[in-house]
C-alpha cells in the first residue's frame, strides 16, 4: 500500500483562494486569479483587461503576461507539491507559443510539477483561452528549491492562516 503523502498547502486544495496570488505584487497588478489546486498542480486566471494588449493593431495580449501567467502557475503548482513550504526561484521556463490568444479574452494556465527533487522541482503546463484541449501556449520549466533564505511573507501568512482554520475543524470535530 502506498505511504500517504503529506502537504504543505493541503488545506488551500480544490476551488482557489482568491487572494492565494496577492502576495505577488505583480501576479495582484495583473490580476491573477486561483482557480484550483490539488497535490502538485494549480490552475490560474488571467481576466482580459486592454493594458495587456502588446500589439494594438490586432489586440494580442502581450507574450510577457503569458510568460507571467504561466511562470506564476508554475510557481504555486511547486509549492502544491512540497511537504514543507521552501523558497523557490524559476531557473528556466521555456513557452511554446503555438498561436495568438484570441483578442479580448480570459487566459488560463494550468501547469503540473511533474518531479520535485530535495533541490529542483520540474513543471509543465499549457495556457487557452477557450478549452483546455487547444491550448495557444506550452511551458517546461525548472526551479529551484531552498533558493531564498525565506519564504515569501505573504504565502507563509496565508499557510499559516490555513494550518490555523485546520487546526479549529480538527477541535470542532474533538467537541
Known amino acids: 500500500m502506498p505511504e500517504e503523502r503529506n502537504y504543505a498547502l493541503a488545506s488551500i486544495f480544490g476551488a482557489g483562494i482568491e487572494n492565494m496570488l496577492h502576495h505577488t505584487p505583480h501576479a495582484r497588478r495583473l490580476g491573477m ?4 489546486t490539488g497535490p502538485g498542480f494549480a490552475v490560474v486566471h488571467l481576466p482580459f483587461a486592454a ?3 502588446g500589439d494594438p493593431g490586432r489586440g494580442v495580449v502581450f507574450g510577457g503576461v503569458i510568460t507571467t ?3 506564476q502557475t508554475a510557481g504555486l503548482a511547486v509549492a502544491c507539491a512540497m511537504k514543507e513550504l521552501r523558497p523557490i526561484a524559476t531557473v528556466d521556463l521555456r513557452v511554446d507559443y503555438l498561436r495568438a490568444a484570441e483578442p479580448g479574452k480570459d487566459l488560463y494556465a494550468h501547469v503540473e510539477c511533474t518531479k520535485l527533487t530535495r533541490a529542483v522541482a520540474f513543471v509543465r503546463g499549457s495556457a487557452w483561452e477557450g478549452s ?3 491550448p495557444f501556449a506550452t511551458c517546461l520549466g525548472t526551479f529551484m528549491i531552498g533558493a531564498n533564505p525565506v519564504v515569501s511573507p505573504g504565502l507563509k501568512k496565508l499557510a499559516e492562516a490555513e494550518a ?3 487546526r479549529d475543524r480538527a477541535r470542532e470535530v474533538e467537541s
Do not use: F, G
Open 33 to 36: 486569479q486561483v482557480e484550483k
Open 51 to 53: 493594458e495587456l494588449v
Open 69 to 71: 501567467l504561466l511562470d
Open 132 to 134: 483546455e484541449e487547444d
Open 164 to 166: 490555523e482554520a485546520e
